[in-house]
């Protein structure tokens, strides 16, 4: 079971009231209301959860307060899926937790991204002398047919599932080069967009020629 959200471009306003462009950053401290069956996922690690009093087997999810980040980067999902998890040492004295989520038969098929996705953003620090501030970043799979290829919310990364498993013994080269390209790009707009946000959407030429730009110097490197 999977449902989240998908706040690009002027979608938060549906959500919560907002000054919903890009230009307007804040805070962010969610709350989630879920099953106790499911896991809450947002931008920022989970710090507390309790019983809800009102509504038996469900429960209240609370996670760290964000950067500032624009509404349009702000992610919620609930789902019942089962995560890989590994902790990357970044260059300096910085680590940060990576977690793939996918439906628990295909987990065997996320060690690829798994894999390359530390190295991806280890580069990408040590290439534009930038820490990454967040202490995680969250990979989850889409069990629809999704209109994009994935969506850069910030610490929470959304992917069509064919974009982030990968099948060593089916899927070709190629699949595996589009999986590297497409995660290339997702992690630069943690810089590019996310940490670093244009003002106005005509001008997100910039975050996606910057991420596009480090998505062919990320695959070349990978």
């Known amino acids: 079971w999977f449902g989240g959200t998908q706040m690009q471009a002027t979608e938060a306003r549906r959500v919560l009231p907002c000054?919903?462009?890009?230009?307007?950053?804040?805070?962010?401290?969610?709350?989630?209301?879920?099953?106790?069956?499911?896991?809450?996922?947002?931008?920022?690690?989970?710090?507390?959860?309790?019983?809800?009093t009102t509504?038996?087997?469900?429960?209240?999810?609370?996670?760290?307060?964000?950067?500032?980040?624009?509404?349009?980067?702000?992610a919620m999902f609930v789902t019942d899926y089962e995560s890989l998890e590994t902790i990357y040492q970044l260059d300096g004295d910085r680590s940060v937790k990576l977690r793939f989520w996918g439906r628990p038969d295909q987990l065997p098929h996320l060690k690829?991204?798994?894999?390359?996705?530390?190295?991806?953003?280890?580069?990408?620090?040590?290439?534009?002398?930038?820490?990454f501030t967040l202490p995680k970043i969250d990979f989850i799979t889409a069990p629809i047919q999704l209109h994009f290829?994935?969506?850069?919310?910030?610490g929470l990364i959304l992917f069509r599932e064919n974009r982030l498993y990968h099948n060593k013994e089916t899927d070709s080269e190629d699949d595996r080069f589009t999986l590297?390209?497409?995660?290339?790009?997702?992690?630069?707009?943690?810089?590019?967009?996310?940490?670093?946000?244009?003002?106005?959407?005509?001008?997100?030429?910039?975050?996606e020629g910057m991420s596009s730009l480090f998505e062919m110097e990320l695959t070349d490197y990978v």
């Open 55 to 74: 509504t038996r087997d469900w429960m209240w999810t609370t996670f760290s307060r964000s950067p500032p980040m624009p509404t349009y980067l702000l």
């Open 19 to 52: 000054l919903d462009e890009p230009r307007f950053k804040t805070t962010f401290d969610v709350v989630v209301g879920h099953s106790n069956a499911m896991t809450a996922l947002s931008n920022m690690p989970e710090i507390s959860s309790r019983a809800m």
């Open 149 to 154: 290829e994935a969506m850069e919310n910030w």
């Open 180 to 207: 590297i390209q497409i995660m290339a790009h997702e992690l630069a707009h943690q810089f590019f967009g996310n940490l670093v946000t244009s003002n106005w959407w005509s001008d997100i030429w910039f975050n």
């Open 112 to 131: 690829e991204s798994m894999a390359v996705a530390g190295d991806l953003l280890n580069y990408l620090v040590k290439y534009v002398r930038q820490p």
